[in-house]
């Protein structure tokens, strides 16, 4: 099946304490990004990758940091969290910048305290 | 500055009444505008529209996009609770970011 996983679903954390949320896709994607959706504010994209090697900042980058080592995998990194980064988090990839094949994750709320 | 406004952002319905949810919408170089639902899980594709005045349908659900006046609008039909969720619009941005624009989204609730 066609997907985007993300794990874990659910993370309570302490302040600084840094963690990685993953996600793989099984489509070959070239495109891999990351958003994050805030009451009020939508979903906003962090970071995002057009391929092996390459991301670029996206419109909410500050504190998270991501790496594309293959294809299929897309990491978010919080290196200190903080409590302003409780937020719930969509790993989502496409297979061009502007395609209706647009997959999204199944995301992962974090709450930092 | 790409930007997507939807409203109205909440609505209380009954079951078998008509909803339109609106779009409107301003970007450099517009290519699509979509459509997602979303239940308090990840969001769903339910439309791409390209074309002004081509209607797109999925039984109770349909859409249509006016390219001159910049908006899209989505109609559900004959209400369910199960159409209860957030509905979201968004546009490919300009650059080559693989990003989407979205808007604050509609929170439809459908009482029975």
């Known amino acids: 099946e066609a997907q985007v996983t993300q794990n874990p679903r659910y993370l309570i954390t302490v302040t600084g304490k840094k963690l990685t949320v993953t996600c793989s896709q099984n489509?070959?994607?070239?495109?891999m990004s990351w958003y994050r959706q805030d009451p009020g504010l939508g979903l906003r994209q962090i970071y995002y990758?057009?391929?092996?090697?390459?991301?670029d900042k996206g419109d909410v980058p500050e504190g998270y940091k991501v790496s594309r080592k293959e294809k299929r995998n897309f990491p978010l990194i919080l290196e200190s969290p903080s409590p302003n980064q409780t937020s719930l988090y969509f790993c989502?990839?496409?297979?061009?910048?502007?395609?209706?094949?647009?997959?999204f994750g199944s995301g992962t709320r974090l709450t930092v305290v | 500055e790409d930007k997507v406004v939807q409203s109205p952002l909440s609505l209380v319905v009954h079951e078998g009444d008509t909803v339109t949810l609106n779009c409107s919408y301003e970007?450099?170089?517009?290519?699509?505008l979509l459509w997602y639902k979303q239940e308090k899980k990840a969001p769903t594709f339910l439309f791409m529209l390209?074309?002004?005045?081509i209607e797109k349908k999925s039984g109770r659900l349909s859409s249509i996009l006016d390219k001159k006046e910049l908006f899209s609008i989505l109609n559900i039909t004959a209400t369910q609770t199960g159409d209860s969720a957030v509905y979201l619009c968004?546009?490919?941005?300009?650059?080559?970011?693989?990003?989407?624009?979205f808007g604050q989204g509609t929170t439809l609730q459908v009482k029975p």
């Open positions: 489509m070959n994607h070239e495109y």
């Open positions: 968004a546009v490919p941005s300009s650059g080559n970011t693989g990003k989407l624009i």
């Open positions: 990758s057009m391929n092996v090697e390459v991301t």
């Open positions: 989502a990839s496409s297979p061009s910048d502007a395609a209706p094949g647009y997959t």
């Open positions: 390209t074309s002004s005045g």
């Open positions: 970007v450099t170089n517009f290519r699509s």
